[in-house]
């Protein structure tokens, strides 16, 4: 046998990082959730039990901090470029960083309708997450995503027209809640170095305002003929607001909401037009995946 591929590195490291405006007295937090995974010529490692060509986990997780202090933090797509070069320029043997970043979102707490300088509420599981990968003397791949962004829309969605055979049991609907746990994600163009990246930082933060603004208004206006027709709708709108942007993915769980039928009980009507009490389905869902291109 052979090593046909490996990487390693450490996994879930927390970072929190405070900037204090000295000025203003505004505070502003990020907390985040690493991985860096490294590549190169580490095979002697697996099969040899040689540990020469190790850059231990614990000195990754250690640079991951000094990066940390030394670099800005945001947005993520810069200092994940930043983190996953360090190790291929520094290590001549390690070819290849890949560098995975979860931001949580501490939304600046309001209070008497005034943004507070240095409180925040944590807003759901909603995350802004990063795939950085670096690849030594080809360039600088990155994914920008969301996930976890969870919605509901009382009406303004549809479902019929679709096929029917003896396997259909699905009734038509012209009227039904929709509601998803948004994962959307956009993959930028290679850049071919860090300079680059550094060069277009100014696109990462407007891309994601765009890429989540474009998902919520599309989802709550769209009088939605499926999720797949609403979900195309917010990819094509975001891939022509970002032309460094080579495609966009959705992947949409259905989570449904069952009518119940309450005749049984002195005849009380709760279903269609007097549908008002449901029941939210846990499983199984429906998961519409879709990937927009350019044409
Ligand atoms: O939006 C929907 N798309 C589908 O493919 C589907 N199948 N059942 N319900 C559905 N709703």
Known sequence: SALAAARYGK????????????????????EMTVCVLLEGDIETSY??????????????????????KQQPVTPPELFGSIL?????????????????????????????????????????????????DVHEGKGID??????????????????????RDEFTTLKET???ILSTDVAADWQWRRFSNLAQVKANARRFNPAYEVARNTT?????????????????????IILAAEPLLDTVDY??????YFEIDLSWHKGTKNTGKDAEVYAPQSNPNGLIKCTVGRA
């Open 142 to 163: 990155i994914q920008s995503s969301i996930k976890n962004l969870t919605v509901l829309k009382s009406t303004g969605s549809q479902f019929h027209g679709f096929l």
């Open 251 to 256: 992947a949409l769980p259905n989570n449904h």
């Open 84 to 132: 996953g070069n360090h190790f291929v320029e520094k290590y001549s043997h390690i070819h290849a960083a890949h560098v995975n970043i979860v931001t949580h979102r501490w939304v600046r707490m309001g209070v008497d309708g005034k943004p507070h300088p240095h409180s925040f509420v944590k807003e759901g599981g909603e995350t802004r997450n990063v795939q950085v």
């Open 11 to 30: 996994d879930n490291v927390r970072v929190y990082k405070v900037h204090r405006d000295e000025k203003t007295g505004v505070q502003t937090v990020v």
């Open 47 to 68: 099969t040899k039990a040689d540990n020469s060509v190790v850059v231990a986990t614990d000195s990754i997780k250690n640079t991951i901090y000094i990066t940390a």
């Open 216 to 236: 919520l208004k599309t989802f709550a206006e769209d009088n939605s003929a499926s999720v797949q027709a609403t979900m195309y709708k917010m990819g094509e």
């Open 174 to 176: 012209w009227d039904r």
